[in-house]
């Protein structure tokens, strides 16, 4: 089993829809949860992180993390075709943690906002 | 400009032919890494490196061999490649661990190799 598993989708919503991006994790010294975008033929770009539990906001992007339940979910508001691309969700351990400095990605979701 | 350079770009070569593939960081990061990435796989780490001197295995390190002799540069280098190891490399940097969450990470442009 992956420790980070994300459904690769494809993904396609009209633009203005709400998009749920969602992983599962199973490791529980994952502290640290990150959402990166890629487009095609680029690399990766962090868009956003958490440390730990809760939520985070940064425009029309909310990530959160429901430790409990070991799942992590970001959240695209009024969606536009410039966010079309792939997301990838990211988990690592904290430092102390066994594998500190490893990180780890769920499969990666693509993404298609329609006009 | 800051910027991780790889080179090269794309590579076409054959089984067992050894090759290395570059990656350099002009921001004086500590932490730098390698990943592949494959259709349906999402992205793979393969080694990381804390600081200089300072390696270790991610997740597919079979097949693959690293150093950091100094902070800016550290190579990928494949011994013998297999067919197996076709794929879209990419190298990433930090300032350090704690840069996890902010926006000093910073990708590569990825290295297409392909191995006949």
């Known amino acids: 089993q992956k420790e980070v598993e994300q459904d690769p989708g494809p993904l396609s919503v009209p633009e203005g829809a709400i998009v749920s991006l969602n992983c599962t994790y199973s490791?529980?010294?994952?502290?640290?949860f990150m959402w990166y975008r890629q487009y095609s033929r680029k690399g990766p770009e962090l868009l956003m992180y958490?440390?730990?539990?809760g939520n985070k906001e940064d425009g029309r992007f909310t990530a959160q993390v429901d430790k409990s339940s070991k799942y992590i979910s970001l959240f695209i508001r009024d969606s536009q075709p410039s966010d079309s691309a792939t997301y990838l969700c990211?988990?690592?351990?904290?430092?102390?943690?066994?594998?500190?400095?490893?990180?780890?990605f769920g499969q990666g979701t693509i993404l298609t906002v329609h006009p | 400009e800051a910027q991780v350079t790889q080179n090269p770009r794309y590579l076409i070569t054959v089984t067992g032919k050894k090759l290395t593939v570059t990656c350099s960081q002009n921001?004086?990061?500590?932490?730098m890494s390698w990943y592949r990435q494959d259709p349906g796989l999402g992205l793979r780490q393969i080694y990381y490196?804390?600081?200089?001197?300072?390696?270790d295995k991610g997740d597919v390190p079979e097949g693959y061999k690293v150093s950091r002799k100094e902070k800016r540069n550290f190579p990928l280098i494949l011994e013998s490649p297999s067919p197996n190891q076709t794929s879209l490399y990419f190298c990433?940097?930090?300032?350090?661990?704690?840069?996890?969450?902010?926006?000093?990470?910073?990708f590569g442009p990825g290295t297409r190799l392909t191995v006949l």
């Open positions: 990211a988990s690592a351990q904290n430092a102390g943690g066994t594998s500190y400095g490893k990180l780890t």
């Open positions: 490196s804390m600081n200089v001197e300072v390696t």
């Open positions: 958490t440390y730990s539990s």
């Open positions: 490791n529980s010294a994952f502290q640290y």
């Open positions: 921001m004086n990061h500590e932490y």
């Open positions: 990433a940097s930090s300032p350090t661990l704690e840069g996890w969450g902010t926006d000093t990470q910073y």
